[in-house]
DNA sequence: AAACCGGGGCA
DNA sequence: TGCCCAGGTTT
């Protein structure tokens, strides 16, 4: 008999949790929670599933899921999305932030006309060659628009395994190539099983092992979570994060040019540009990298002597 | 690898 | 106020 730990020892269990056992328990339990969401309801469309995941981009459920059911009575495939005025598309877009994305997803739309008929590929390489499309919504593509192995590793499963299988109370900052390898050993080979593991592993982390105030009591791997056995300790990379300002910065004088040409019909005179920003050079910046991304487009009256204040600014057609 | 890109809700 | 959110693209 070794003698037993001293009491200040790390109770924490020695090894990584058995993979199988976890993904079990977390699939039974994803069976039993999972949130009724319309992206994923039996009539859904792989394109449908696309738009979802590209909103979801840095934007809540509870803030995409209005925006989605709308856009998709719209919209309901590509070639309708591609066919549509590229004004339209950033008014529907609406606040849910980061308008790049829909010019984006409606570059996709037209790529996935031209390209492939009008229909989303099931191949991830051609998935990740779309506008827009980076590995995460690859992945997420394959494997709940066409239940198809993917390696699914977004902040939820991030987190999920930070704390189950490493002991951590969060992932690092940025994405690691071992942490890559990691998610992808707990991915089953089956194609099935697979998708449902993407899916209940990121539902845990939604719904029960999130950030700040993690349901542990609630959780249905507690038994063999590494982090909870440690006490819960803390970040580790908590001196590595920094946080993004907010007010005064471009992306806040972007949000207010976007929003004033969302709402306006006609041309926007440049004065009433000029008035929604006190700092008028950066103003004039944001509005310069507004047009150069094809956001918003800038009207020069004709004239060889062209009078300033006659510059109007409009969404693109 | 780091910077940039919105917006809102909640502790 | 700080932090978080189904990331992608560019440099």
């Known amino acids: 008999m070794p003698a037993p730990p001293s009491a200040d020892a ?17 699939v039974a339990w994803f069976d039993q929670h999972a949130r009724d969401l319309p992206w994923r309801a039996p009539d859904r469309t792989p394109w449908g599933v696309l738009v979802s995941e590209v909103m979801l981009q840095q934007t809540p459920v509870v803030r995409v899921e209005p925006a989605w059911r709308a ?42 006309v031209e390209r ?33 192995r993917s390696v699914v590793l977004d902040t939820n499963v991030r987190r999920v395994l930070a704390r189950v ?34 899916a209940a592993s990121m539902e845990l982390g939604a719904l029960v092992c999130t950030a700040r105030a993690p349901r ?36 806040q004088a972007r949000g207010r040019v976007m929003a004033l ?4 019909l006609g041309p926007v005179p440049q004065d009433a540009v000029g008035a929604l920003w006190p700092d008028a050079a950066q103003l004039a910046r944001c509005v310069d990298a507004l047009v150069a991304d094809g956001l918003v487009v800038r009207r020069v009256p004709a004239g060889d002597d062209p009078d300033p204040s006659a510059v109007t600014y409009h969404l693109p057609h």
Not at 16 to 21: I, L, N, Y
Not at 116 to 141: F, I, N
């Open 216 to 251: 542990c009591e609630a959780c249905p791997v507690a038994h063999a979570c590494r982090w909870l056995a440690a006490g819960r300790p803390a970040d580790v990379h908590a001196h590595r994060r920094r946080t993004q300002a907010w007010a005064g910065t471009d992306r």
């Open 116 to 148: 492939h008929g009008g229909e989303l590929p099931d191949d991830e390489a051609a998935l990740l060659a779309l506008p827009g499309v980076g590995p995460y919504t690859a992945a997420a593509v394959r494997a709940f628009a066409f239940g198809r």
């Open 165 to 198: 299988a490493a002991g951590e109370a969060l992932p690092a900052p940025a994405q690691t190539a071992a942490e890559t390898r990691l998610a992808s050993s707990w991915v089953p080979d089956d194609d099935a099983a697979a998708a449902r593991w993407s």
């Open 10 to 26: 790390v109770p924490a269990p020695p090894v990584a949790p058995d993979p199988a056992g976890v993904r079990a328990a977390v």
């Open 261 to 264: 040409l969302r709402e306006s």
């Open 71 to 112: 856009w998709q009575q719209r919209w309901p495939t590509a070639a309708d999305l591609a066919a549509a005025p590229t004004g339209d598309v950033l008014r529907a877009w609406d606040r849910l932030g980061y308008p790049r994305r829909a010019l984006r997803l409606q570059e996709c739309a037209r790529t996935v």
